[in-house]
């Protein structure tokens, strides 16, 4: 069992690692830094410690923990990289299952950056309520591109990972509930109507669901030696999507990086009587970003940016029913 700092889960689950470059939020990939940190050793090949390698001893894991887990599958590179073979997958997905159907209460969250494949290989009939289905987004394009398909998927939870953020992002289009039919999935207003004071399909006259597209976002800044700056409103207008749809958020992290604004920003222990300012920061030679609009980010570490938004923490998880 591998215990995990990562804020949204307790454990993490690498049946395969290794990964390769698919768009502008894999530039600085914390996963093949480690992979490179820990090369010849744990799994991760000597000579290229982040080529995509199978680990098929370590499908079982799961099934040997005795209390439930939050699950974070591969967090060292995409279960749906084009080098894993369809058959490992499915390997996979049979341990999932197997967690459900003996009820041993673990949640498993799969991210990707990869869909399409998911969307091809991963088709239950009925969603499993332990098994959440996410994409990364760390840009509007990769929103507006990968979010569809993943509506294509059942799940218990559908969420997005916009980390690291890197440009505002608006997720107002899929934060938003829907008439459902069991039958003829997703419905406009056109394709619904009341009958014997309840809301029916028009076309089966089913009774019709209301559901959320989306079920939980995440955000975060990003983390390492060349992590790009995140303007704060950026994640505030993420949060405030969020709260007006009643979905749930998670601000992970600021990154390197943080304004050092009020409500957002703790001095280090040792610097607690000191008041943040410019002649402190300038003082400390830490590197100052600047954005057009005059916000300006100072690179103090990751732990010294910490997670507060606005004078608090948001730790917020979805609701499975």
Not at 233 to 260: I, M, T
Request: hydrophobic share 35%.
């Amino acid at each position: 069992m591998t215990y995990t700092k990562i804020e949204w889960a307790d454990v993490v689950w690498n049946p395969t690692s290794g990964c390769s470059r698919v768009s502008e939020g894999c530039e600085n990939c914390y996963a093949r830094r480690m992979a490179y940190r820990l090369r010849g050793r744990f799994g991760y090949p000597a000579e290229e410690p982040f080529k995509v390698t199978l680990h098929p001893e370590r499908l079982d894991e799961p099934l040997r923990w005795r209390q439930p887990k939050r699950v974070f599958v591969n967090s060292m590179g995409d279960l749906f990289h084009d080098d894993v073979p369809d058959e490992f997958i499915y390997e996979v997905y049979h341990r999932i299952m197997f967690s459900w159907e003996k009820k041993l209460g673990h949640i498993f969250m799969v991210l990707t950056k990869r869909p399409e494949r998911m969307a091809k290989l991963w088709k239950p009939k009925v969603p499993l309520d332990n098994l959440w289905l996410g994409v990364t987004c760390e840009n509007q394009q990769a929103a507006d591109e990968r979010i569809p398909i993943l509506l294509q998927m059942p799940a218990a939870v559908r969420f997005v990972s916009v980390e690291p953020m890197l440009e505002p992002v608006d997720l107002s289009e899929w934060l938003k509930e829907v008439r459902y039919c069991e039958r003829h999935g997703q419905l406009c207003d056109e394709g619904v109507r009341w009958e014997n004071d309840q809301l029916v399909c028009k076309y089966c006259r089913r009774p019709v669901d209301r559901m959320r597209l989306l079920n939980w976002v995440i955000a975060g800044g990003e983390t390492g030696p060349n992590a790009r700056p995140m303007h704060p409103d950026w994640v505030r207008s993420l949060r405030d999507q969020c709260q007006e749809a009643g979905v749930p958020f998670f601000f992970k992290q600021w990154g390197q990086w943080n304004d050092l604004s009020s409500g957002n920003c703790v001095a280090p222990r040792k610097d607690r009587r000191v008041p943040w300012s410019d002649s402190y920061i300038l003082s400390h030679r830490n590197k100052i970003y600047k954005f057009l609009d005059g916000c300006r980010m100072f690179r103090i570490g990751k732990k010294t940016a910490g997670r507060l938004l606005d004078g608090r923490t948001w730790d917020e998880f979805p609701e499975v029913r």
